[in-house]
């Protein structure tokens, strides 16, 4: 039935206007059911936390000057007649007029327990009732430890026991005892509250859809010419990609300037989120990177400066911008891979042995299964899995040679020697920016691919300088906090 009635629809014999007006009527009962469902969940939220918090302010205000002392004696129906029992007694009745809890609409209990954190045991000490409890146990409940805990009323979550509104409040302590007052009022009136507000919703819905009827042939007939125009302008703008386009409409169709506005400002808000969400994930992979390189021995900073480096060197080389967002990836989580070195290997002060060697080489590998799985850090692949290969083709873990290295690798590369040579290790000092130039130089066709290396030659000191500076600024706390023993 419903499928007939959907290709009625689409028909050519049903017309704009009618196809509107049904779309118009579909729309708006499931969004004012949606709203309706909405609105209720949330005025009943509302009417719960409020007689929660009034419960909760009348147990604090209700435990203010009921006394204690005495109240350990109170084992069980014999004790009774205890003077401090009988006070207590007197005291809850005091209570339960004062909140007019024997309305009808606001029916409640009243009660004290003991509750022995030693014994994990809690014990009904006095209620309402006639007293026939009293001493027998009674189940644990966290709001009852957090009011002990915290010295402050605390509410029962509700959706443990509907039926029933439940607050604690901490009265005092006798040697190893805690008292807590117990005050329970039933949701009637909250339930009838929410019956109230449903049938508002429900006649609220009925009167507008009977509105929306009324005046949906009229509005969806005014609507269809500037319609078209509309829908023409929107098909440029996802043909083209030009989302600034302005609609021109006819002077009698000015309305419709509001729905372009809207859309406009809709799509502004859509860039803006797709800013936040890229400058979140920058964030993120920053992080990410900054946790290996403290874990790592190398200088803190290190993935920062490299990545810093081979943009330097890809804008000389005037890469396009696909090739330097891959090398800004790829220079960032070059080491990802060594989430899976054992610490034993990677935060080793001394040489490394031959099979120590064997493991730290398996870190690109490591990093390439790492990323293969995640589709937007995939163009950081060929960086992270080739950045250790060599132009003469000694390096690993595939022993590629010149041009089948992929470009953003053979960038990294250079970038990553320069940060060795200036950086301190355990084994050697920093050297200056020139040394690094020098010996990069001389490793052109053997280590470097000749072209990258003539590019990084333009790269003046300043601009290195600059770089390590920026790049070093939150590296001092992070090396305190790789070379602490905690």
Known sequence: MVKRSFWHLRSH??????????????????????????????????????AGEA?????????????????????????????????????????????????????????????????????????????????????????????????????????????????????GSAKD???????????????????????????????????????????????????????????????????????????????????????????RRMQNS????????????QALVTALDVRDNETAGHSMRVT??????????????????QLRQGALLHDIGKIGVPDAILRKPGRLTADEWVEMRKHPAIGRNFLEDIAFLRPAMAVVYCHHERWDGTGYPQGLASEAIPLTARVFAVADSLDAITSKRYYKEARSFREAQIEIEACAATHFDPAVVKAFLTITEKIFMRIKLETSRSGIGLERMRKSPV
Do not use: C
């Not at 049903?14 to 509107?20: D, E, G, Q």
């Not at 797709?274 to 992979?285: A, D, F």
């Not at 081979?310 to 967002?325: D, K, N, T, V």
């Open 308 to 325: 810093r480096y081979s943009l330097a060197i890809g804008e000389r080389m005037r890469l396009r911008p696909e090739a330097m967002e």
């Open 177 to 267: 005892s805690f008292y807590v007052l117990k005050l329970e009022r039933n949701t009637l009136f909250l339930r009838q509250e929410m019956l109230g507000f449903l049938e508002t919703i429900l006649l609220g819905a009925l009167a507008g859809l009977a509105l929306t009827l009324a005046s949906g042939w009229v509005v969806t007939v005014q609507i269809t010419k500037p319609l078209r125009t509309f829908v023409d302008v929107m098909k440029l703008m996802q043909s083209t990609g030009d989302y600034d386009m302005k609609i021109d409409l006819h002077p009698e169709d000015r309305d419709m300037s509001v729905v372009e506005s809207t859309f406009q400002s809709l799509v």
């Open 55 to 171: 419960l909760m302010q009348a147990a604090t205000s209700s435990a203010v000057g009921m006394q204690v002392e005495g109240l350990d004696a109170v084992r069980g129906v014999a004790d009774s007649s205890n003077p401090a029992y009988m006070n207590l007694k007197h005291s809850l009745r005091e209570l339960y007029r004062r909140n007019h809890f024997n309305l009808e609409n606001r029916w409640g209990r009243l009660s004290v327990l003991r509750f022995t954190p030693s014994k994990a045991q809690v014990v009904l000490v006095a209620s309402m009732d006639n007293g026939s409890g009293i001493g027998l146990p009674q189940p644990l409940d966290n709001a009852l430890y957090r009011a002990v805990a915290t010295q402050d009323a605390q509410l029962k979550d509700y959706s443990a026991e509907p039926d029933w509104l439940v607050a604690y409040a901490l009265l």
């Open 13 to 50: 014999s049903v017309s704009l206007s009618n196809k509107i007006l049904v779309l118009l009527m579909a729309a708006v009962v499931f969004s004012t059911g949606l709203a309706g469902w909405v609105i209720y969940n949330g005025l009943r939220e509302r009417a719960w936390n409020d």
């Open 274 to 285: 797709r800013e936040r969400e890229e400058q979140s994930y920058w964030s993120t992979l």
